[in-house]
């Protein structure tokens, strides 16, 4: 008797299923198990739906998973390296966790990608700070008041910087 050779598995990619499952899980945007397992079906569907990778990251992160929450915010970036909010999530992630070079990278590349991302600018400034890198604090919250002129936070630490950079 005569077997044929098995035929490889080719995974079915069906990117439009994944979008409609994406779009119900944007659509609750609760947190839930319901809205992670939307997106969980659409990266089955479509590997590098990178907004799917993301989102799921984001659910991870806000229930505390951060290793689960860094692999989806690296799978995102993995598939788009350019996605500023991936790296600005990764960035919060590191930050939370003390990793403050790792952040202040994820910081910088979310600004290369996106230059008005207000909030990269100012919580990488938050970092130099933390640093007593005075002169990159002035830098970080001058382009955050360019951004946004009455961002208080950051005149009073553009204020105490230019202070510490003055006093030996």
């Not at 079906?41 to 659910?59: E, M, R, T, V, W």
């Not at 002129?149 to 202070?163: F, G, Q, S, V």
Request: proline content about 4%; hydrophobic content about 35%; glycine content about 4%.
């Amino acid at each position: 008797m005569k077997t044929e050779p098995e035929k490889p598995i080719i995974p079915v990619v069906d990117c439009e299923q994944a979008k409609e499952l994406y779009n119900k899980g944007v659509n609750l945007s609760d947190f839930s198990e319901t809205e992670s397992t939307y997106y969980k079906k659409a990266i089955s569907l479509c590997p590098d739906f990178y907004k799917a990778h993301y989102n799921l990251g984001l659910i991870y992160k806000k229930g505390g998973k951060f290793e689960d929450a860094v692999k989806e915010f690296k799978d995102a970036l993995r598939i788009k390296q350019d996605f500023a909010e991936a790296h600005f999530s990764l960035a919060l992630i590191y930050d939370e966790s003390n990793k403050f070079e790792d952040a202040a990278v994820e910081y910088q590349e979310a600004i290369k990608h996106k230059p008005d991302f207000i909030n990269a600018h100012y919580n990488l400034g938050g970092i130099y700070w933390m640093q007593k890198k005075w002169d990159l604090v002035i830098k970080e919250m001058e382009e955050t008041l360019k951004i946004k002129p009455e961002h208080k936070l950051a005149k009073e630490l553009l204020e105490k910087a230019k202070k510490k950079l003055e006093t030996p």
